[in-house]
């Protein structure tokens, strides 16, 4: 029992420093060299599991190895427990044990079982991750059990205890993930926040300056024009036309800079979602997607009409421009918790790491003649309503926005 709590010290060591690098690091890394990262980790753990405090004599002497081996797969994906089973299986092959052969089908079954929980596991409530991490504990602690060749009265009469010491040791496993998850979504919205913020004050400032002498330049052309004919009055319509879209972007920097919802009203989400999708029917002809709508009738927020279809059609433009010919685009909106979710899905190519942590800041647009100003409009709305935006992407894997607004009563 003494070994296996110092074991356990050794198992938490290397995901607190996990942890800590995972919170303190400034330099967005790319989704594949977090989940090698997370491998790693866990398979440093395995091994310290099997080395530490003293070299493993059997494959069930109450050594931890299978929870950082679930760790890394729930929270990592395949690759992550892949890099972790290598590592676990490189020093069991070193170690000169018997019983090889049923310990690397011990751990191919526990990584099977949990395989089947992967897949959905990041978009569960985090007390449902938690049942579902130590319920896998008992299921790997059992298949251990069953594999291992020993039959002492003694370990028969302290099972409860080792078995009970797995659960604490994935609970606190577990609680640690989920607080470094949840820390750093908190530290993305705060810097999106900051730059949101920086970037208003710098909007404000530019489009009141440019506005004033753009209007009295249009004024004039104004009136200049009565005066022309031929040619000369074609040259100043096509100014003025410049002109008018030149004040429509300015219109879009003061929106960004301070939105004002005029009009905040109960509305429902299910109609909304069918007005934008008749809004943008046109665009979506001429890109020739189709946009689905999946929501439930039951479904109130409280905004600005208005301002809240603005950032929707905002959004769903980019997607359907995004999506390839004969693509869908898919609205869907449900509760979770407190929250009315929205997402708009494209099939689009997708988006890297470092353009993700891009969208939202001024003039950054993944479109060849794109400002960027009218996703910066829509994070700004989102904002002011009491919402969030979020955008998840992978490249070749299209893109899925997803709008958080608090729910009300209809």
């Known amino acids: 029992m003494k070994d296996l709590l110092l074991d356990l010290l050794s198992l938490l060591f290397p995901i607190l420093f996990y942890q800590f690098v995972a919170l303190t690091k400034t330099i967005p ?28 004599t059997n494959d069930f002497n109450g050594d931890l190895r299978n929870i ?3 760790i890394s797969l729930l929270y990592g994906g395949y690759a992550a427990g892949l890099v972790s089973f290598l590592c676990f299986l490189t020093v069991r092959c070193l170690i000169e044990v018997d019983g090889l052969a049923m310990a690397i089908l ?3 079954m526990v990584l099977t079982i949990t395989s089947f929980f992967r897949p959905r596991f990041a978009k569960r409530l985090p007390r449902w991750r938690f049942f579902i991490a130590i319920s896998l504990t008992l299921v790997s602690f059992m298949i251990s059990w069953y594999f291992s060749p020993l039959d002492h009265p003694f370990l028969e009469s302290i099972l409860w205890r080792i078995a009970l010491i797995h659960l604490v040791a994935m609970g606190m496993i577990t609680f640690i993930m989920e607080v470094t998850l949840k820390t750093k979504r908190l530290q993305e919205q705060i810097l999106s926040t900051e730059k949101m913020n920086l970037a208003s004050r710098l909007a404000s400032s530019v489009a009141h300056e440019i506005r004033s002498p753009l209007t009295v330049v249009k004024g004039f052309l104004q009136l200049a024009k009565g005066n022309l004919e031929g040619k000369n009055k074609d040259y100043i319509e096509n100014s003025l036309t410049e002109l ?5 972007v300015i219109n879009d920097f003061l929106n960004y ?9 109960t509305i429902s989400v299910t109609e909304t979602l069918d007005q934008i999708s008749q809004t943008v029917s046109s665009l979506a002809s001429l890109h020739n997607v189709n946009v689905v709508i999946d929501a439930n009738e039951k479904l109130w927020i409280r905004a600005d009409q208005l301002k809240i279809k603005q950032a929707l059609v905002n959004i769903l433009k980019n997607a359907i421009e995004a999506s390839t010919k004969g693509g869908t685009v898919l609205l869907k ?3 979770e918790s407190d929250n009315i979710h929205i997402q708009i899905c494209d099939e689009g190519e997708g988006m890297t790491t470092g353009e993700l942590t891009r969208l939202g800041t001024p003039f950054y647009s993944t479109k060849n003649n794109g400002t960027g100003l009218g996703l910066m409009v829509a994070f700004r709305i989102i904002q002011a309503t009491g919402g969030h935006l979020e955008y998840k992407s992978e490249k070749g894997k299209g ?4 709008v958080m607004l608090p729910t009300v009563n209809g």
């Open 68 to 70: 950082p081996l679930i």
């Open 333 to 335: 909106a449900y509760r």
């Open 106 to 108: 011990a751990s191919l």
């Open 29 to 56: 890394s790319k989704g594949w060299q977090d989940q090698l990262g997370l491998g790693f980790v866990c398979g440093t753990a395995i091994i310290s599991s099997m080395l530490l405090p003293d070299l493993i």
């Open 257 to 265: 800079a301070k939105p004002q919802l005029e009009k905040m009203e």
């Open 399 to 402: 893109t899925n926005a997803v």
């Open 244 to 248: 008018t879209r030149a004040e429509y």
